[in-house]
């Protein structure tokens, strides 16, 4: 056997699985750089908002909602629109290059172009719909193309290692340069000359992102890896939406376990929130910054032997196992931070900051193994569904799954601005150095930590009915190609 062939084969449990080579995987996780940096530009939207378009406080959370609702319903119409496209310049490329274009466009018209010139909240409210329209077309198209570059059990999570690490590399590194530099150097709060550079910076560099993922990906953006086991291929209908939601049990047990962690995660992510506990109770925003920062960038080594495990275990009691870590460690981080004076933690080499720093390290390693295991899971329900009803729709799914999971996330925007506004903020927003309270401290303990907490036992709860085990996914892949070479036969 050629090293070619060694490269893009893997015989594991009696199956030939295919698979990408290192390079393809770092290239096509790159796209991070614009899926990230666009991620952590909108989640200052309402500071956008706010001083670009003078919309308050509690208007601005109901516009980011219903904006989020209308995502939810805008990725599974987005399948459809998958499965039509194919043109000799491939499927994938040609949807994140026109998504890419479409959200970049949105975004400068609400960072730059329009804010702070008069225009109110419809023209706010327009271009965030404009966003989410090329947001979607990104985020769907990229979602599928990790089944696609390989089904090997062992590499499924090296490809959700490297998009991990990226995905949390790139926000790492982006906020100690927006916070602690940036944000310095233009005045110290959120005003909006740091939005325009802060924005004309993410668009940068997810442009250069994108091109690179386009080059990974070139080789398996063809018309046979879309192929399902189908003699014929029909045109996508709505009802194959609703087949899956129905009869998919793992991408219902994934849905009730992702959607609850994501809109604890969104929640936590938002500016607002951020600022009450960086900037207000422990009151050294860019000190802070640099020490979550700190937590983050050892845990990658937690997404390497997360991967391994699943590699190992199957991605579902790997999802198991980390999550009951990230309990554990959420848990520790409250208890702790209730003991000790939060100020401390912004005094540089104290050791409340150095146990903050572990503690922190330990939460994000967890979370991070967790969501190595999440982009396996989703792969295998994927394939699951090509065995249970015979057509590769990868839109469907993670579609479906999408549709879902926007709509219960949809609220943290909306959660995060209401709960500033009951500690005080109803017609401003935090802004570092803001004297703390114990309202401030216990709300901010709630969403940062209570939240995941609830989102984690409900992850529990799901798997532990969810049959996709390691065992039952490689009786999977050898149905597949069973069903695959009874085609080929027939067609001959």
């Not at 003991?339 to 104290?350: E, F, H, Q």
Request: overall charge positive.
């Amino acid at each position: 056997m050629t090293k070619k062939v060694k490269e893009t084969q893997s015989e594991i449990d009696g199956v030939q699985y295919r698979r990408a080579k290192l390079w393809q995987i770092i290239l096509f996780s790159l796209n991070t750089l614009a899926g990230m940096g666009v991620y952590i530009l909108m989640n200052m939207s309402s500071y956008a908002a706010s001083i670009g378009f003078g919309i308050g406080t509690t208007l601005v959370g109901v516009i980011l909602t219903c904006s989020r609702i209308f995502d939810a319903i805008t990725d599974p119409l987005m399948a459809f629109v998958y499965d039509k496209v194919n043109t000799k310049f491939g499927k994938l490329r040609i949807l994140i290059v026109a998504g890419y274009i479409i959200e970049a466009l949105a975004i400068l018209g609400m960072f730059d172009i329009f804010a702070d010139k008069g225009f109110g909240s419809p023209m706010f409210i327009l271009l965030y719909i404009v966003y989410v329209l090329g947001y979607t077309c990104i985020n769907m198209t990229t979602q599928t193309v990790a089944p696609i570059m390989s089904n090997d059990p062992k590499q499924r999570p090296v490809i959700g290692v490297w998009s991990t690490a990226f995905n949390y590399l790139i926000p790492m590194a982006l906020s100690i340069y927006l916070n602690s530099v940036l944000l310095q150097k233009l005045g110290g709060s959120y005003n909006m000359e740091f939005l325009r550079t802060a924005c004309h910076t993410v668009l940068l560099l997810g442009a250069v992102g994108i091109v690179l993922c386009c080059i990974g990906i070139s080789d398996f953006d063809k018309p046979e890896n879309f192929e399902g086991l189908e003699t014929k291929h029909e045109p996508l209908k709505l009802k194959d939406m609703i087949d899956v939601v129905k009869n998919n049990h793992p991408l219902q047990c994934y849905i009730a376990a992702a959607a609850s962690d994501k809109i604890a995660q969104q929640t936590a992510a938002q500016s607002v929130i951020t600022t009450l506990l960086n900037g207000i109770i422990i009151g050294n925003m860019q000190l802070a910054t640099i020490i979550s920062a700190i937590g983050m960038f050892p845990s990658i080594i937690f997404a390497i032997i997360g991967a391994k495990y699943a590699g190992k275990h199957g991605s579902r009691d790997s999802i198991v196992k980390w999550t009951k870590l990230s309990i554990i460690m959420a848990c520790a981080h409250v208890i702790f931070l209730c003991a000790i004076d939060p100020k401390n933690i912004g005094v540089m080499g104290s050791w409340q900051m150095i146990v903050y720093v572990l503690l922190t390290f330990l939460l994000n390693g967890c979370k991070m193994a967790v969501t190595t295991s999440n982009s396996a899971y989703m792969a295998d329900t994927i394939d699951f569904e090509m065995e249970r009803s015979g057509r590769y729709i990868p839109a469907v799914v993670s579609g479906t799954y999408s549709l879902i999971d926007k709509l219960v996330s949809s609220f943290s925007a909306v959660v995060a601005t209401g709960a500033v506004a009951l500690v005080g903020y109803k017609n401003t927003l935090p802004q570092p150095g803001d004297p703390s309270s114990s309202a401030i401290f216990w709300l901010t303990m709630i969403i940062v930590y209570g939240l995941p907490l609830i989102g984690w036992f409900i992850t529990l709860i799901a798997m532990k009915n969810c049959e996709l085990s390691k065992e039952r996914m490689v009786e999977v892949q050898k149905n597949i190609a069973a069903q695959k070479e009874e085609l080929k036969k027939a067609e001959a």
